[in-house]
């Protein structure tokens, strides 16, 4: 059997290797539409720094992504201690984010009112709508200030997103499910530390684990998934449109030819696999095109050590939309790993754009730039000029797991099982990060496998 991934991204990669790692015979091969490999995993190095166009790292919880990556003979980077003090940004300072009930109590983040809202979540009801949106979610169990102050910089710091228009059931299904069970985040947290205390771990609501990347930066895996599969990974070869006849799949690509496949796997943007089944299945086409990608862009800015006013001894700071400022947020990346900056500078890493402005991120590199200078001037207090500047845009970003995308994936699955040999994998369906995409593909290799 033959089988075709489309796109080389980290879904379609690490498939690829799962796949050959059962069965190194296996007639398989990988196209990607670019001349480079990983799709938003990039790592570019110049003049000593080191910038993440896309993807910064991947949370060391899930022993799938680690196991993948002993099998390459990488080893993972955990990010430095400091990475663990985080900053909100709120009437004109920032503050830490409460790493304990303690600091929490004593934090300024919240007024005296919302700090008391949270604690009430215990009485507050349960919800009645199969598919709400985070907002509605946080505003209900936790108040509006912390919906304002907490959850809404976090969607913002994922997906980029707008919590107003973002589904709890699939961004967070965790949290989802703990309310179903428990009816309440509090009562639910509770009961998991007591059931966790003889194993000595802590649990929490949220996803745990500590930030990971690679010394070399988070290209590193993809450098070495890419020498594994090696001529079996065709580049430059972009997929218009696929059809079906007498049992295989034939792939017209962008250079007008054609290739056969027994299987094909689609491990490509919900968009860019929309294009390629418009004529196979119209109405899965539509479907998949309904998934929304904002744009945002990634501004690199290198400073001197002396130049920056307010310490970066942290993971950055996040940006609520209350405050109406024009960034999503700022990761000082070289206080999270090592050899992001040359000795006596910082590297910071901001985020523009997003669902809510997707707008500000497709401004000439010029302008974003002045933005983002504008903006760490007032937040950060930072009146140099930068020594080094690198602007990263991504007109399709993050894809959004608006309300209704649970419905849709549900047609969409239907749609996809009436087309034999037919697959759909990646980043737009069961998972944004690095983890999620990695063990969606291991499950669909065990399920091609079960049928070879």
């Known amino acids: 059997m033959s089988i075709t991934i489309v796109g080389g991204g980290i879904s379609g990669l690490s498939l690829a290797y799962f796949l050959l790692a059962k069965d190194p015979a296996l007639d398989l091969r990988v196209l990607e539409a670019e001349k480079r490999p990983g799709g938003k995993i990039s790592t570019d190095r110049t003049d000593g720094f080191l910038c993440e166009r896309g993807v910064n790292g991947f949370l060391d919880n899930k022993p799938l992504t680690l196991e993948l990556a002993r099998r390459l003979s990488l080893t993972p980077l955990r990010s430095n201690d400091a990475a663990r003090k985080r900053f909100i940004y709120s009437k004109g300072r920032l503050y830490p984010l409460p790493e304990s009930p303690q600091a929490f109590l004593l934090s300024g983040l919240l007024s005296p009112c919302g700090r008391g809202r949270i604690f009430y979540e215990v009485l507050s009801p349960r919800g009645k709508e199969e598919d709400e949106t985070l907002a509605s979610f946080a505003k209900r169990?936790?108040?509006?200030?912390a919906y304002e102050k907490l959850i809404d910089p976090m969607a913002s710091g994922?997906?980029?997103?707008?919590?107003?228009?973002?589904?709890?059931?699939?961004?967070?299904?965790r949290i989802y499910e703990l309310e179903k069970r428990y009816g309440s985040l509090i009562r639910a947290l509770l009961k998991l530390q007591k059931s966790a205390k003889k194993s000595g771990k802590s649990v929490g609501p949220g996803p745990g684990g500590t930030l990971t990347s690679f010394y070399d930066g988070m290209e590193t895996i993809?450098?070495?998934?890419?020498?594994?599969?090696?001529?079996?990974?065709?580049?430059?070869?972009?997929?218009?449109?696929?059809?079906?006849?007498?049992?295989?799949?034939s792939l017209h690509l962008d250079d007008g030819s054609v290739t056969e496949s027994d299987s094909v796997i689609l491990a490509c943007p919900a968009y860019a696999a929309a294009g390629i089944l418009r004529d196979l299945d119209p109405a899965l086409s539509?479907?998949?095109?309904?998934?929304?990608?904002?744009?945002?862009?990634?501004?690199?800015?290198?400073?001197?050590?002396?130049?920056?006013?307010?310490?970066?001894?942290?993971?950055?700071?996040?940006?609520?939309?209350?405050?109406?400022?024009?960034?999503?947020?700022?990761?000082?990346?070289?206080?999270?790993?090592?050899?992001?900056?040359?000795e006596g500078y910082v590297l910071l890493r901001t985020m523009i754009g997003g669902a809510r402005a997707p707008e500000l991120a497709m401004e000439d590199e010029e302008r974003l730039t002045g933005i983002v200078l504008e903006e760490l001037r007032d937040i950060m207090g930072i009146d140099a000029a930068p020594d080094f500047v690198r602007v990263y845009r991504h007109?399709?970003?993050?894809?959004?797991?608006?309300?209704?995308?649970?419905?849709?994936?549900?047609?969409?699955?239907?749609?996809?099982?009436?087309?034999?040999?037919?697959?759909?994998?990646?980043?737009?369906?069961?998972?944004?990060?690095?983890?999620?995409?990695?063990?969606?593909?291991?499950?669909l290799a065990r399920e091609l496998h079960s049928k070879t």
Request: one cysteine or more; hydrophobic letters at 35%.
């Open 286 to 342: 539509e479907r998949l095109s309904e998934i929304p990608y904002p744009a945002v862009s990634v501004a690199c800015l290198g400073f001197r050590i002396e130049d920056i006013r307010h310490g970066t001894n942290g993971f950055g700071f996040l940006v609520p939309a209350s405050e109406r400022r024009r960034i999503l947020g700022t990761l000082w990346d070289s206080s999270i790993f090592p050899n992001r900056a040359p």
């Open 158 to 173: 994922i997906y980029a997103g707008d919590p107003e228009r973002l589904s709890l059931k699939s961004c967070f299904p």
């Open 395 to 443: 007109e399709k970003a993050i894809p959004q797991y608006n309300v209704g995308h649970a419905a849709r994936l549900q047609e969409i699955d239907r749609a996809v099982s009436g087309h034999e040999g037919l697959y759909l994998t990646g980043n737009a369906y069961r998972g944004i990060g690095v983890n999620d995409c990695i063990e969606n593909s291991y499950k």
């Open 222 to 249: 993809i450098g070495s998934l890419r020498e594994f599969l090696g001529e079996r990974l065709l580049l430059s070869r972009g997929v218009k449109s696929v059809d079906r006849s007498g049992g295989r799949y």
């Open 141 to 145: 169990r936790l108040g509006k200030e």
